[in-house]
């Protein structure tokens, strides 16, 4: 089946503009969430989403960061007045259960985020 | 102190050998643990949960030491194949335990 997909693969932005990056999880999957990876660091949790609440927003870096769900599917983070240190691999990833720790997540492909 | 701490190798290994990976964690609250696999350039793909108990898939053996907070990741018969980067993943921090708390990864070669 198919799995985790995101869009665009690639985004090169310049300073200042806004970006919107878009998940679409595996179908079914009610657990949503976003991480972020630099180039030589580990992945960085972002947020997480519960169907279309997101209880946990702890890991967006500034207020810049925002993200949403719809319809207990497709997930956009939103990354305004972008700056150079957002530059990144952004990651989505989906879980069938709600919270469960031993739930396996499924990751997308990721987009790849390059800040001029 | 880092929360999942990795040794970032290389390690370059010929094919048929046994390779070991270490990896220790700093939150004694976490649950959860596992060994994911990242090609270049790829997604991070789940390689095997990690049990107390520890656990063997093919290959493959991971063990888990929570007193001493210490994962490990045993690849035997190393095949070209197996040429990527480790990463150690444990859930937490927080109430969180939903959150994976990624470490840095260790990138293994196994040569011809």
């Known amino acids: 089946g198919a799995g985790v997909s995101q869009s665009p693969s690639n985004k090169v932005t310049e300073k200042g503009k806004d970006v919107e990056l878009r998940c679409d999880p595996i179908s079914g999957h009610t657990a949503l969430y976003w991480y972020r990876q630099s180039l030589g660091q580990g992945l960085e949790f972002l947020i997480y989403f519960q169907g279309n609440s997101a209880p946990d927003k702890s890991g967006l870096p500034s207020d810049r960061f925002s993200a949403e769900r719809t319809g207990g599917s497709v997930s956009t983070l939103t990354i305004q007045r972008t700056q150079q240190e957002d530059s990144a691999v952004y990651l989505c990833?989906?879980?069938?259960?709600?919270?469960?720790?031993?739930?396996?997540?499924?990751f997308g492909p990721g987009t790849r985020l390059t800040v001029l | 102190r880092k929360e999942v701490e990795q040794d970032p190798g290389p390690f370059n290994v010929p094919e048929g050998a046994t390779v070991a990976f270490n990896c220790t964690y700093s939150n004694s609250a976490s649950q959860s643990f596992f060994w994911y696999r990242q090609d270049c350039r790829k997604e991070p793909k789940l390689l095997m949960s990690v049990y107390s108990s520890g656990n063997e898939d093919g290959r493959f053996t991971a063990q888990l030491n929570r007193a001493s907070q210490y994962i490990s990741l045993l690849i035997r018969d190393s095949k070209l194949s197996d040429s990527a980067t480790y990463l150690c993943?444990?859930?937490?921090?927080?109430?969180?335990?939903?959150?994976?708390?990624f470490g840095k990864g260790t990138k293994l070669s196994v040569i011809p």
């Open positions: 993943v444990v859930t937490g921090p927080g109430a969180g335990s939903y959150q994976l708390t």
């Open positions: 990833a989906s879980s069938p259960r709600q919270g469960d720790q031993t739930d396996t997540q499924y």
